[in-house]
C-alpha cells in the first residue's frame, strides 16, 4: 500500500495526544512533543511511500518540538526533513539558526543534530508537507545543506515554487499511483529538491548533468499539468516559458520515446478520461469535458480517444466500474 493514513479521532480524547506521539515516532522521528491542545489533539495524517523517500501531510493544532542530543545518541536514521508550510506558522532553531517561517516557506531539518519547533495552525486544513529522505539520497554534499539547516526558503516563487507546487500535487493526487511510479515519483521529487537547494546555494554545479536534466523536465511536467485546460498551451508555449528551444525541448521528451504535441496530448486525454470514469460527473456533458482540458474541436476528441481508448467517449463512460480504493477504473471482470 502506497499511502497510509492515520487521525487522533479513533480513540478517545484524552488518548489522542499519546497516539500521534507514538505514530509520529514510527513514521517520522522520535521527538520530546508537547502541545497546548493536549487535552483533545485533534491531528490526522497522511503518507506516500515512495521507498527510501516519503511525501506525508500532517494536520495539528498546536506542536512544540525538540529533537535532543540524547534523542540523537539513542536512535538517529540520519535523514532529512523538508517541510513546506501550508497552513502554518511558527519557529525552527537548529545549527545555530534561528528562524520564524509562514504558510508558503520550505525548511530543511536534519535528524543528526538536535533541532526545536514550534507549529501552530493557521486553518483546518493540511498544517504541513514533509519530505524525509535519508542523506544519502540527496546529491549534494553533507557539509553544503547544513548551510540551509533552519533557514525559510520560499515555495511561491522560483524553483521552490515548482518544489511546492510537486508537494502539493502529490499530496492530493496520492491515491492514484501504483507501485509502478514509485521510481519516477522519487527520482522527480529528489531531483526537484536537489535543484532547489542547489539554487538557494548557488550551487548547482554540485548537481551532476542528469540530475540538472530531470529538475527541467520536472518543471516542465509540473507547467504542463498546471495549463492543460489552456487551449493555446503549445510546445513553443512551454519551450519560451522554460527558456529553452523548442529543439531542447524535443530532444527532452525524446528520451521517452515521444514530442511535445504528444506528451500534451496524452496528459488531456487522460484527464478527460478520468472525468468519464468519475461517477460524480456523470451529469456534465463529454463536449464539457473535452473542453475542460483544452479540446475545442468535439469531434476530434472523440476521434483521439477511441484511437487511444478502442472506443467512444461515451461508451467508455457507460462501462460498469467498481468503486475502488485508489482510483476508478473500469472492472476487468465486468468487462468480459
Same mark, same amino acid.
Given at each position: 500500500?502506497?499511502?497510509?493514513?492515520?487521525?487522533? !479521532? /479513533?480513540?478517545?480524547?484524552? !488518548?489522542?495526544?499519546?497516539?500521534? #506521539?507514538?505514530?509520529?515516532?514510527?513514521?517520522?522521528?522520535?521527538?520530546?512533543?508537547?502541545?497546548?491542545?493536549?487535552?483533545?489533539?485533534?491531528?490526522?495524517?497522511?503518507?506516500?511511500?515512495?521507498?527510501?523517500?516519503?511525501?506525508?501531510?500532517?494536520?495539528?493544532?498546536?506542536? #512544540?518540538?525538540?529533537?535532543?542530543?540524547?534523542?540523537?545518541?539513542?536512535?538517529?536514521? #540520519? *535523514?532529512?526533513?523538508?517541510?513546506?508550510?501550508?497552513?502554518?506558522?511558527?519557529?525552527?532553531?537548529?545549527?545555530?539558526?534561528?528562524?520564524?517561517?509562514?504558510?508558503?516557506?520550505?525548511? *530543511?531539518?536534519?535528524?543528526?543534530?538536535?533541532?526545536?519547533?514550534?507549529?501552530?495552525?493557521?486553518?483546518?486544513?493540511?498544517?504541513?508537507?514533509? /519530505?524525509?529522505?535519508?542523506?544519502?539520497?540527496?546529491?549534494?554534499?553533507?557539509?553544503? /545543506?547544513?548551510?540551509?539547516?533552519?533557514?525559510?526558503?520560499?515555495?511561491?516563487?522560483?524553483?521552490?515554487? *515548482?518544489?511546492?507546487?510537486?508537494?502539493?500535487?502529490?499530496?492530493?493526487?496520492?491515491?492514484?499511483?501504483?507501485?509502478?511510479?514509485?521510481?519516477?515519483?522519487?527520482?522527480?521529487?529528489?531531483?526537484?529538491?536537489?535543484?532547489?537547494?542547489?539554487?538557494?546555494?548557488?550551487?548547482? !554545479?554540485?548537481?551532476?548533468?542528469?540530475?540538472?536534466?530531470?529538475?527541467?523536465?520536472?518543471?516542465?511536467?509540473?507547467?504542463?499539468?498546471?495549463?492543460?485546460?489552456?487551449?493555446?498551451?503549445?510546445?513553443?508555449?512551454?519551450?519560451?516559458?522554460?527558456?529553452?528551444?523548442?529543439?531542447?525541448?524535443?530532444?527532452?521528451?525524446?528520451?521517452?520515446?515521444?514530442?511535445?504535441?504528444?506528451?500534451?496530448?496524452?496528459?488531456?486525454? #487522460?484527464?478527460?478520461?478520468?472525468?468519464?470514469?468519475?461517477?460524480?460527473?456523470?451529469?456534465?456533458?463529454?463536449?464539457?469535458?473535452?473542453?475542460?482540458?483544452?479540446?475545442?474541436?468535439?469531434?476530434?476528441?472523440?476521434?483521439?480517444?477511441?484511437?487511444?481508448?478502442?472506443?467512444?467517449?461515451?461508451?467508455?463512460?457507460?462501462?460498469?466500474?467498481?468503486?475502488?480504493?485508489?482510483?476508478?477504473?473500469?472492472?476487468?471482470?465486468?468487462?468480459?
Amino acid at each position: 500500500m502506497l499511502v497510509t493514513e492515520f487521525s487522533t !479521532e /479513533v480513540v478517545a480524547a484524552p !488518548e489522542r495526544f499519546a497516539l500521534f #506521539e507514538e505514530t509520529t515516532a514510527e513514521s517520522h522521528l522520535r521527538n520530546l512533543l508537547r502541545s497546548n491542545d493536549k487535552d483533545d489533539f485533534r491531528a490526522r495524517m497522511q503518507v506516500l511511500d515512495l521507498g527510501e523517500l516519503q511525501v506525508s501531510a500532517l494536520s495539528f493544532p498546536h506542536l #512544540e518540538i525538540a529533537r535532543t542530543a540524547k534523542i540523537i545518541r539513542q536512535s538517529d536514521p #540520519e *535523514v532529512y526533513m523538508i517541510s513546506y508550510m501550508l497552513g502554518a506558522e511558527g519557529a525552527f532553531s537548529q545549527a545555530g539558526n534561528d528562524t520564524t517561517f509562514h504558510a508558503g516557506d520550505l525548511t *530543511v531539518l536534519d535528524s543528526s543534530h538536535p533541532f526545536d519547533a514550534h507549529r501552530h495552525a493557521l486553518q483546518d486544513s493540511w498544517s504541513q508537507l514533509i /519530505v524525509q529522505l535519508p542523506h544519502k539520497l540527496l546529491p549534494l554534499p553533507e557539509k553544503t /545543506v547544513q548551510r540551509l539547516l533552519a533557514v525559510p526558503i520560499s515555495g511561491r516563487s522560483g524553483m521552490g515554487g *515548482v518544489f511546492a507546487r510537486w508537494l502539493t500535487d502529490l499530496n492530493v493526487r496520492a491515491g492514484e499511483f501504483s507501485p509502478a511510479d514509485i521510481p519516477t515519483l522519487a527520482s522527480v521529487t529528489l531531483d526537484l529538491l536537489a535543484s532547489t537547494l542547489g539554487r538557494c546555494l548557488e550551487a548547482e !554545479e554540485t548537481l551532476s548533468p542528469e540530475a540538472r536534466r530531470s529538475a527541467l523536465r520536472a518543471q516542465i511536467s509540473a507547467f504542463v499539468e498546471q495549463h492543460l485546460a489552456d487551449p493555446a498551451m503549445t510546445p513553443q508555449a512551454i519551450a519560451d516559458a522554460h527558456h529553452i528551444s523548442l529543439r531542447h525541448l524535443q530532444q527532452l521528451l525524446a528520451e521517452d520515446d515521444t514530442s511535445p504535441a504528444a506528451w500534451i496530448r496524452h496528459r488531456r486525454l #487522460e484527464r478527460c478520461r478520468l472525468d468519464l470514469a468519475d461517477s460524480r460527473l456523470n451529469a456534465r456533458p463529454i463536449q464539457a469535458i473535452a473542453s475542460r482540458w483544452g479540446f475545442t474541436d468535439p469531434t476530434h476528441f472523440s476521434r483521439l480517444f477511441r484511437a487511444t481508448y478502442g472506443m467512444p467517449p461515451r461508451d467508455y463512460r457507460n462501462l460498469p466500474y467498481l468503486a475502488c480504493a485508489n482510483h476508478q477504473q473500469p472492472c476487468a471482470e465486468s468487462q468480459g
